[in-house]
T-cell receptor
Framework: AQKITQTQPGMFVQEKEAVTLDCTYD???????LFWYKQPSSGEMIFLIY??????QNATEGRYSLNFQKARKSANLVISASQLGDSAMYFC???????????????FGAGTRLFVKA | GAVVSQHPSWVICKSGTSVKIECRSL??????MFWYRQFPKQSLMLMAT?????????EQGVEKDKFLINHASLTLSTLTVTSAHPEDSSFYIC?????????????FGEGSRLTVL
């Protein structure tokens, strides 16, 4: 069964506008972490933002914010004031298991390709 | 942030040969590294978890004898694709977790694009 679901294969956004990329997850582990990564055409994976399962507040990192709705198991990424350089593939990821006890791994969603229009 | 270096970036080989890809954590010790495989326009699929000083843990469906992983030191993990065939052509990405960090954020190498002729 899919543990990380990104339902938007592609998204278009006008430059300077905000865009929301959807992500839902499924886990029975009470301790988990949610991540968003950006992958430009060069292939490198760039970390954007992190949300821990026990974090009370939504994470924010500059123009990126994570809309964490734990009961709905969703972790949508919001990019404000889109820039042309934001055009890339975006992956939602989930780490299950605790870092300090080992046995953890991070799995990725199918990704959403974002196109920013001038 | 932490730096993970992967080498080679590109490799082209003949069918039947073996290819070794190295993944190094340059400025931190990584007791655990992860190897992912990515087909064009698809997601990253976890292949295995590489643990320093012990055997790697492979995901279901990944052939252990095909994809040999060695994690001989705290800064180096290697993936060897043995007897490569065209269907092994893919983008292979390694990553590491810096345990001192709170989040368990993965630091990725640059990736290695393997083409088997």
């Amino acid at each position: 069964a899919q543990k990380i679901t990104q339902t938007q294969p592609g998204m278009f956004v006008q430059e300077k506008e905000a865009v929301t990329l959807d992500c839902t997850y499924d886990t029975s582990d009470p301790s988990y972490g949610l991540f968003w990564y950006k992958q430009p055409s060069s292939g490198e994976m760039i970390f954007l933002i992190y949300q821990g399962s026990y974090d009370q507040q939504n994470a924010t990192e500059g123009r990126y914010s994570l809309n964490f709705q734990k009961a709905r198991k969703s972790a949508n990424l919001v990019i404000s004031a889109s820039q042309l350089g934001d055009s890339a593939m975006y992956f939602c990821a989930m780490r299950e298991g605790r870092i300090d006890t080992g046995g953890f791994k991070t799995i990725f969603g199918a990704g959403t390709r974002l196109f920013v229009k001038a | 942030g932490a730096v993970v270096s992967q080498h080679p970036s590109w490799v082209i080989c003949k069918s039947g040969t073996s290819v070794k890809i190295e993944c190094r954590s340059l400025d931190f010790q990584a007791t655990t590294m992860f190897w992912y495989r990515q087909f064009p326009k698809q997601s990253l699929m976890l292949m295995a978890t590489s643990n320093e000083g012990s055997k790697a843990t492979y995901e279901q469906g990944v052939e252990k004898d095909k994809f040999l992983i060695n994690h001989a030191s705290l800064t180096l993990s290697t993936l060897t694709v043995t007897s490569a065939h065209p269907e092994d052509s893919s983008f292979y990405i390694c990553s590491a977790i810096r345990l001192a960090g709170r989040t368990g954020e993965l630091f990725f190498g640059e990736g290695s694009r393997l083409t088997v002729l």
